[in-house]
């Protein structure tokens, strides 16, 4: 039986979709551990409120939250520990670059797998949305008056 080479969606991030514009996006891996990964394939994945840091040279992600593996031991993973993403060097410089100079943001789009290995797709993002930012505006107003 051949292998898939199409990447298959885990979890999608729709939410961040909608609320951002997205400028560029890239693909990086993820260190996970054993128990990770098995509860990745059995769909115990949230990317909500999740968000990217770089922090001296490496690739952080906060906020994602993979349950438990049903079957662990005692060796189970904390279920919303600091992962770090792989990426080669260069590109993490220059996204670094790009945040700090210009105010991007880096958040996750969705994990999906790619010829056996976890992935993220990682969105550069430079502003929130018109409509949210109005409503927001609105609510200011409001409040200010």
């Known amino acids: 039986m051949a292998k898939k080479d199409a990447p298959s969606l885990i979890a999608d991030n729709r ?3 909608h609320d951002f514009n997205i400028h560029e996006t890239y693909e990086a ?5 054993g128990t ?8 115990k994945l ?3 409120d999740s968000f990217i840091r ?13 349950s438990p593996y049903e079957q662990g031991n005692r060796f189970n993973h904390e279920p919303e520990r600091t992962r770090k993403l792989l990426m080669h060097k260069s ?6 670059q790009q945040v700090k100079e210009k105010g991007f ?17 990682v969105a550069k993002n430079c502003t929130i949305n018109a409509k949210i930012w109005q409503n927001g505006m609105q609510n200011v107003t409001l409040l200010s008056v």
């Open 36 to 43: 990770e990964i098995k509860s990745i394939r059995q769909g």
């Open 46 to 48: 949230n990317l909500k």
């Open 91 to 96: 590109e993490i410089k220059k996204l670094f």
């Open 105 to 121: 943001s880096l958040i996750p789009l969705n994990f999906h797998f790619s010829r056996g290995y976890v992935k993220v797709t």
């Open 54 to 66: 770089i922090d001296k040279g490496e690739m952080l992600l906060y906020g994602v939250h993979i």
């Open 29 to 33: 891996g993820i260190a996970l551990t």
């Open 15 to 17: 939410k961040a979709r």
